[in-house]
């Protein structure tokens, strides 16, 4: 008989092992680039080892298809990343200095790994989580990706400058390693019955919102959480301009705010389970336009450092609620053959609509000024429960059970 206790060690582990490089990769190294002097333009061009995590949705019916066992779905995740520690450690045999281009073909290769890991995690995850553990579940997934970029932006930069850039990334390959060593322990059977074997087709993805419940759902995956993403785009440059440090910033934001995005994503799971969905889609709703409200509040004058701080810890702890439900019933569409699929081209969908809604938000910035942007921020994050209306209706009983 498998042991339980290790179902959400494992998937922590797993969670984590992804995101802690990646932030290393796209937020560290272009402090690091710019320190040797590269341009602007090169430092931009960077973010282009992100695009794997935009289209992974393409490779997403290759590993439904092939991961229908739990040997398959193990095969995926260790594979994945083991291909991902090697990359690493390929990488730290070249310089920045002098093989710029073959680390930027590096680094996607790379992103290509954790993608990969992530669709098969994501499946592991769907299969091992029963209805009741999901929102907790969801809580881990997140709470890791957040605890992941605290420790890839922060712990990570400034182990740069006493370690080095070869033992440094000597040292995220082993944890890369050594994060999949649960699955060896935690051994679920997480086999597709034989009715389920469907194969899973690439215009499946646009079959998923051929389901009417599943096609209200877009305009709630799009908006949910857009309010939020405009005032994080924004928040840096505003302290900025508010006469903040570097020192400052990287400390109130980077790890004050993702500190507590992390411990509210980790309760929100719990916060789920207990008041169900729908209670909590709309409560942290509500949450969100509290917080654009706040920042719009605030900047009718400059605010003190306390005034901040109180913003920055409401608007991360919003971000890492809606974080944990966005994902949580994302998990609860999915059909069992594709569930792959499913999920990742719902957090697709968040991702693309958050890249966009965070070059809006800079752009209206510069026309209207931070005090009425967070204010359009504010009526976002009020449309969402607009939205909510028509994807999730209340009903009576909805307030009463929490399964609901």
């Not at 759902?217 to 301009?241: C, E, F, N, T, W």
């Not at 971000?319 to 609860?332: A, E, K, Q, W």
Request: charged letters at 10%.
């Amino acid at each position: 008989m498998v042991s339980s206790k290790w179902k959400f060690p494992t998937l922590f582990s797993l969670y984590i092992a992804q995101s802690i490089p990646m932030s290393f990769f796209s937020t560290v190294v272009p402090v690091i680039m710019r320190q040797e002097q590269y341009s602007l333009e090169s430092i931009g061009l960077l973010q282009l080892i992100k695009l794997p995590w935009i289209f992974k949705f393409l490779w997403a019916p290759l590993v439904d298809n092939t991961a229908t066992g739990r040997r398959q779905v193990r095969r995926w995740i260790i594979l994945s990343e083991l291909f991902y520690a090697v990359v690493i450690l390929t990488i730290s045999l070249f310089s920045l200095k002098t093989d710029f281009t073959l680390i930027i073909v590096l680094m996607l290769l790379a992103f290509i790994a954790s993608a990969t890991q992530d669709i098969a995690t994501d499946i592991f995850a769907i299969r091992v989580l029963s209805a009741s553990e999901k929102a907790i579940g969801n809580g881990i997934q997140s709470s890791g990706s957040f605890i992941g970029s605290l420790f890839g932006t922060g712990v990570l930069l400034l182990a740069y400058h006493y370690l080095g850039w070869q033992w440094l990334l000597w040292i995220l390959a082993c944890f890369v390693v050594f994060a999949i060593v649960p699955l060896f322990v935690y051994k679920p059977d997480i086999s597709l019955p034989a009715a389920q074997k469907v194969r899973v087709k690439p215009w499946d993805i646009f079959r998923f919102f051929a389901v009417k419940s599943n096609l209200k759902r877009l305009p709630l995956l799009m908006l949910y959480y857009s309010g939020l993403i405009g005032i994080l785009a924004m928040l840096k440059p505003y302290m900025v301009d508010l006469g903040y440090s570097v020192k400052d910033i990287g400390f109130m934001s980077g790890i004050v705010g993702t500190s507590t995005a992390a411990l509210m994503s980790f309760g929100g799971g719990f916060i789920i389970r207990k008041i169900g969905r729908t209670v909590a889609l709309y409560s942290f709703a509500l949450i969100n336009v509290l917080t654009g409200l706040y920042f719009y509040v605030m900047t009718m004058s400059v605010p003190s450092v306390t005034a901040l701080y109180i913003g920055i810890i409401l608007l991360w702890a919003s971000y890492g609620l809606s974080s944990v439900i966005i994902y949580t019933t994302s998990m609860d569409t999915v059909r069992e053959h594709s569930a792959g699929t499913d999920f990742t081209v719902q957090i697709v969908i968040t991702h693309l609509s958050s890249m966009l809604i965070a070059v809006f938000s800079g752009k209206l910035g510069d026309l209207i000024g931070y005090h009425q942007l967070f204010g359009v921020e504010a009526l976002m994050s009020a449309l969402s429960i607009l939205i909510l209306f028509f994807a999730y209706p209340i009903r009576f009983n909805t307030w009463k059970s929490p399964r609901n």
